[in-house]
């Protein structure tokens, strides 16, 4: 069943939630809690208040960790075992 879970919150994050607006944009918000979501179906765990901004992909989405209160920036590219702990937060790609 966790298989399937997460093949279809990938599915919906990719093909839909990653090009709804960053956090910072009017509606934003909207956009930051389906993408908030959608990763907690994806990662292995998944903390309280994160922020995973638009365009953020994730080549091993099993294998990250987020914590409590932090954030994922913009066009962020993550790969292999990722941990990210409580209050972090990723600035934007640039």
Known sequence: MKKIT???CC?????FAQWLPGSFMPGG???KGIRALLCRGMFV?????VNI??????HSGRKISLGNNSGIGVR???SGTVIIGNDVMMGADC
């Open 45 to 49: 765990s998944c903390g309280n208040n």
């Open 76 to 78: 962020a590219d993550l």
């Open 6 to 8: 997460r093949l279809i």
């Open 53 to 58: 901004e638009c365009q953020a992909a994730f």
């Open 11 to 15: 599915v919906l994050y990719y093909g």
């Open 29 to 31: 918000g909207i956009g």
